[in-house]
């Protein structure tokens, strides 16, 4: 499995658009990229999965370069409930599911 | 709604006094994982099963077990807890066991031991 690095915490204000990127320098070719979202006192949720590219969905998108050794996740317009850990894992289809958690970027947003 | 549900959320344990955790779900899901999860750290595998079939992680304590009775149901057993064992204790399920899965974590029991 890739090993992550991710920044530890990031500040917002309400309104703006948060990048969290993510590296990956290890990323293996049939390596995917995920995000999940952490609430307090809560599990984590899946927020964006994504190989190449850009992959945009409801919540967020998703920035991967073409050589794919860091990712930024988007957050547009935040809000006070965004704040949360965030964190990036990388695996391939053949992982057995096994999510490794990186140390997660705690996100504070703020009026 | 589909989901998955962990009880207690909050369980009390005196010290070397066995504790189960219990955990459910609705999704139908072939494979059940229990993750550890300190406080200010991230969640870390404990175990998981893909149907019946019982994968343990390499440095996953002894004092740790686990029972899948049903497709439906997980249990976790804490033989004797510690005072590091205090943590919360996450429930995830996904259809298949690979990275591309999503994984659909439970709200999580915070095990105390006093």
């Known amino acids: 499995l890739a090993k992550t690095t991710q920044p530890i915490s990031m500040d917002s204000y309400e309104g703006q658009e948060v990048n969290i990127t993510c590296s990956h320098n290890?990323?293996?070719?049939?390596?995917?990229i995920t995000w999940y979202q952490q609430f307090p006192s809560q599990g984590p949720r899946f927020i964006i999965q994504?190989?190449?590219t850009k992959v945009t969905n409801e919540v967020a998108s998703l920035f991967i370069p073409a050589d794919r050794k860091s990712s930024t996740l988007s957050l547009p317009r935040v809000s006070l409930s965004d704040t949360a850990v965030y964190y990036c894992?990388?695996?391939?289809?053949?992982?057995?599911?096994?999510?490794?958690f990186g140390a997660g970027t705690q996100v504070v947003v703020t009026p | 709604d589909a989901m998955v549900i962990q009880n207690p959320r909050y369980q009390v344990t005196q010290f070397g006094k066995p504790v189960t955790l219990s955990c459910s779900q609705t999704l139908n899901h072939n494979v059940m994982y229990w993750y550890q999860q300190k406080s200010s750290q991230a969640p870390k595998l404990l175990f998981h099963?893909?149907?019946?079939?019982?994968?343990n992680e390499a440095d996953t304590p002894d004092n740790f077990q686990s029972r899948r009775p049903n497709t439906s149901f997980c249990f976790l057993d804490i033989r004797s807890p510690g005072l590091g064992d205090a943590a919360m204790y996450l429930c995830a399920t996904s259809r298949e066991r690979q990275a591309t899965d999503t994984q659909y974590f439970g709200p999580g029991t915070r095990l105390t031991v006093l």
């Open positions: 994504g190989y190449k």
């Open positions: 290890n990323i293996a070719t049939n390596d995917y």
């Open positions: 099963y893909y149907d019946k079939d019982f994968n």
């Open positions: 894992l990388v695996g391939d289809r053949d992982s057995w599911g096994k999510l490794q």
